[in-house]
Structures are given as C-alpha cells and as structure tokens.
C-alpha cells in the first residue's frame, strides 16, 4: 500500500536544466488573491501556503520563484471572473512552469514556453461512473443541489484540467480519477499533502474527564456528518460527549438531526492558530466522509495519536484509510466508539498509525514538487 515515497532526495545545488536559456529554472505559483494566506485554514489554500514556503526554502539561485496572484473581491464568482479577465494581460512568457495549486477554470493566453502544471486535489463528480457517485448510490439518498451546482464547477474545471502539460495530484484515488477524464497517466504525478511540526510535537500530557467524540470539517451533504451524529445517539452513555467543529450549508440541519441531545455540542470553526488543541481534546474522531481527494484531518487526527471511523463504503485513498476503523453502518460505528470507550486504543496500532502519519510533511511535499518540476524540465 502506497505512502509517501521515501527515494526522492532534492539536492541544494541546482543541475542545471538543457531546455532553459541560461540553464536554472523560472516557476510562477499562480492562483487567486489571498489564495496564499496561511490563516485561511481550508485544505487547499493551507497546501498553497506550504507549497510556496516549502520551495522558497529550498530553492537556490540562479532559480526563480514567483508567487502571483491575481482577481479581486471576496464573491467566488467575482474572482474567478477578475482572475481570468486579468490572466489575459499577464504575461508568463518568461517562465519555465506555471502552476496552479488548484483548478481555477481557465487557461493563460500568454504562455510562450512554459509548461502548464495543474494540482487536481479531488474530483466531485456529478457521474454516475465516478467514484463519488459509487458512494452516494449506497446512502440511497441522491446528489444533493450542493453536489450539482458542483459539479457543473468541475466540468469547467476539467478544461483546465486537460489542457495543462502536467498535473499533480494528491493521491493514488484522484490519480486515477484524472485518468479516467482522458489525461495521459504518463503526465500525473502523486504529491501527497502534508502536516506541519505542530502535530509531530508530542503532546504534554493525555486528556482526561469525560470521553469526547470529535468532528473536524465542513457540514455539507458529501461529509455525511449525519451518519455520525446517529452513530453517537445510539450510545445512550452519559459519560460521553459529541464536539462538533465546522460549518457548512447543512449546519441547520445537523443541529436539528441532534434533537436536543445536551452532549451534541456545535462549537463552530476551530481556531487555526489552536488546531492541536481541539484534535488533542479528542478521544476519537468519526469522519464519515462519501468522498475526498486525500482527507487532512484524518493524518493530523493520527498522528496526536488519536483513532479514526470512517464509512467502510467512504471513497478514501488507500493512503490515507490505512489505520482508520471502518464501520460498515452507523449501529457499527456505535459499537467501535464504545470498545473504545471501554478498552481503550491498543497502543501497538495508535504507534503504527502515528508513525505513518508523520511521514506525511509539507517538506516532503515541497521536495517531491520540485522533483516533478526537473522531471518535466529535463524531459
């Protein structure tokens, strides 16, 4: 089963590249405005902000790395409109590689030489042949309005998709995604995402006191935050509490599936800045997501040591799944949180698990990015 690779090893000192004039490479990180902000805290603009940093760091002159971002306005469509009015009269002529962290619907004009790099994090199709339809038919409960006004998103995503040179992805699952789409598998490569030194730093002491089910993420259909919520209600225990982390279109609906339950607390966005706390009041986490491109919470959720539930008919990558429980319905997941409860987490998995984890950093990440950069460079 896949991990990171282990036998990249990026050197300080530069070889230089054949194709490039004066033989150093020129990349340009490109996405939208305030894209590149570590505060934000979502998945893809956190991989943005280690990926920049990562490769500012180990990059070395002659080479050049720009990070440029352009639109403006804070409505999505607003954005994506300005970025793409603005991309035309932005000229990449001078660079060897352009890269966009993330889809953004479009493609440059003024691209001369360069190679057109894509990081493809999940594909959310709307197809009954995608992997996200595979799971949604179990649930018995359709595409939701959220999963099609998404789905037309991708479609236009797609082109972008298919139009690059190369694209990066962040799993064996979306690897094989895009190549469904009809992008040609010898141009992906697999760049897992990564956690920082916070969660490797062992924690002070365990918690104690009452024992807390956690969830981290969004509340939206494709989460499947429901499956855990009347998981948890089964367990009639009054020593154990549900804490709640996220928002989403389907919050109201959450609030209300929990009927009033006063160990069902909703404590809204957790703080960027005390992530490693919230995880570390954990004693379990449940992540019943229906699909995603990697799943950060469930590495970081790990590697502070803590055990994981997913939905046995979740589409996960086999990377990530590796040491998480999975529960074939929520009466399953019910059980798993009470042995758990109960005999506590055999310490021989949770040291296999949080080793595991580990090896997913963002240095690894900026390493393996630059290797794919030469890659291309010298092909």
Request: glycine residues 8%; contains cysteine.
């Amino acid at each position: 089963m896949r991990g990171p690779s282990t036998d990249l090893f990026i050197s300080n000192v530069r070889k230089p590249h054949p194709g490039c004039a004066d033989g150093s490479m020129k990349i340009c990180l490109l996405s939208l405005k305030n894209n590149f902000n570590k505060d934000i805290g979502q998945g893809v603009q956190r991989y943005m902000y280690e990926l920049w940093k990562g490769l500012d760091g180990i990059m070395r002159e002659p080479d050049v790395l720009d990070k440029t971002e352009l639109g403006f306005g804070n409505n999505n469509f607003v954005r994506k409109a300005s970025f793409t009015l603005s991309s035309l009269f932005h000229d990449f002529r001078g660079y060897d590689i352009v890269h966009t962290p993330a889809p953004i619907m479009y493609n440059p004009k003024r691209l001369g030489k360069a190679q057109m790099v894509t990081t493809v994090h999940e594909l959310v199709l709307v197809d009954d042949n995608s992997a996200y339809a595979k799971a949604i038919a179990k649930t018995k409960k359709g595409f939701s309005m959220a999963d099609r006004f998404g789905g037309l998103v991708y479609k236009k995503a797609i082109k972008q998709i298919l139009n690059s040179d190369h694209v990066i992805t962040t799993s064996t699952l979306v690897r094989d995604e895009v190549v469904k789409l009809g992008f040609d598998r010898d141009r992906i490569s697999i760049v897992n995402v990564g956690i920082d030194n916070r969660f490797i730093i062992e924690p002070k002491s365990r918690k104690t006191g009452k024992f807390t089910v956690g969830y981290l993420g969004g509340h939206i259909p494709r989460k499947n935050v429901g499956f855990a919520i009347n998981a948890f209600r089964k367990i009639k225990d009054p020593d154990l509490e549900f804490k709640i982390y996220g928002k989403g279109s389907e919050h109201d609906n959450l609030v209300k599936l929990a009927d009033g339950d006063k160990r069902i607390k909703f404590m809204g966005f957790a703080p960027e800045n005390k992530i490693v706390k919230v995880y570390d009041s954990f004693d379990v986490l449940v992540h019943p997501t229906l699909y995603a491109g990697f799943e950060l919470e469930i590495i970081e959720a790990q590697s502070r040591g803590i055990p994981v539930i997913i939905c046995k008919f979740g589409i996960i990558p086999k990377e990530v799944r590796k040491y998480c429980f999975e529960a074939e319905d929520e009466a399953h997941a019910a059980s798993i949180i009470e042995d758990l409860k109960e005999n506590g987490y055999d310490k021989k998995k949770m040291n296999e698990a949080k080793e595991y984890a580990k090896r997913f950093t963002w240095s690894r990440c900026a390493k393996e990015t630059l290797g794919v950069y030469d890659n291309i460079l010298n092909n």
